[in-house]
């Protein structure tokens, strides 16, 4: 059994950053909140997200597994504008979901759950941690996605880069440290990592967001953030590319 109420842009900050790796998605709920763990198809990216019932206006909860189609609930979101409540309740009984938007109502069939599979979380240590400001990277990649198919992040004591070379060009995002929320890092560090995956990661956390970036030598790079107004968690991890010598 799940019912609950949020806000549009509660469920709307959920939805991008979950569709930006799956297009279905298997949602735990309990009466904590609800989680997710998923990869996405060609295994190179993952997420793990838990919302906790304190970022609902109101919540009540069994456990339970829910199994949503991303692409019906943006089109419910469509409905919605900012500050509206969303209305939510599993129709057990017909496999539903009913979404309740001011006076529209849909029921959606939920997706079945049987194939999808529970990662586990790797364990990774990582040498390097950078926290910056969301918008700065926003602009970097607006900037960089054009030049390359790959990224290079780095980090040392002094800063950040991030770096797009291609055949002709490059864009180069350099942050020093004084421009940073704040820098853990004590050697040089430097991972390649696919333009395409990174890019839609950084597009999808929200403006005002503080962005957490875990970073070693040529390991996967996870991204920590909050959103919800911090009652949301969410983790993105991301295999890096290696370079051929």
């Given at each position: 059994m799940f019912q609950a109420k949020l806000k549009s842009e509660t469920l709307k900050s959920v939805v991008?950053?979950?569709?930006?790796?799956?297009?279905?998605?298997?949602?735990?709920?309990?009466?904590?909140?609800?989680?997710?763990?998923?990869?996405?198809?060609?295994?190179?990216?993952?997420?793990?997200?838990h919302i906790d019932k304190a970022a609902f206006e109101q919540f009540s909860a069994n456990d339970t597994?829910?199994?949503?189609?991303?692409?019906?609930?943006?089109?419910?979101l469509r409905l919605s504008k900012s500050g509206d409540i969303i209305e939510m309740r599993q129709d057990e009984e017909r496999n539903r979901l009913v979404i309740t938007v001011g006076n529209v109502t849909r029921r959606m069939n939920l997706v079945s759950t049987d194939g999808m599979a529970d990662p586990k979380v790797p364990n990774l240590t990582l040498a390097a941690k950078i926290s910056v400001a969301i918008e700065e990277l926003q602009r970097g990649i607006k900037a960089a996605e054009s030049i390359s198919d790959h990224i290079s992040l780095n980090a040392n004591p002094e800063g950040f880069e991030m770096i797009s070379e291609g055949d002709t060009d490059m864009v180069s995002l350099k942050l020093p440290k004084d421009l940073l929320v704040s820098l853990d890092c004590k050697d040089a560090i430097r991972s390649l990592f696919p333009m395409d995956y990174f890019s839609n990661m950084i597009r999808a956390i929200p403006i005002g967001t503080v962005l957490v970036i875990n970073l070693?030598?040529?390991?996967?790079?996870?991204?920590d953030f909050e959103i919800a107004g911090g009652k949301g968690k969410v983790k993105y991890l991301l295999a890096p590319r290696i370079e051929n010598d």
């Open positions: 991008d950053v979950v569709s930006t790796l799956i297009d279905e998605a298997k949602f735990k709920i309990d009466a904590n909140g609800l989680s997710l763990k998923a990869v996405d198809p060609a295994h190179v990216a993952m997420i793990d997200l597994e829910l199994g949503l189609d991303l692409d019906k609930l943006r089109d419910v070693g030598n040529d390991l996967p790079v996870r991204l």
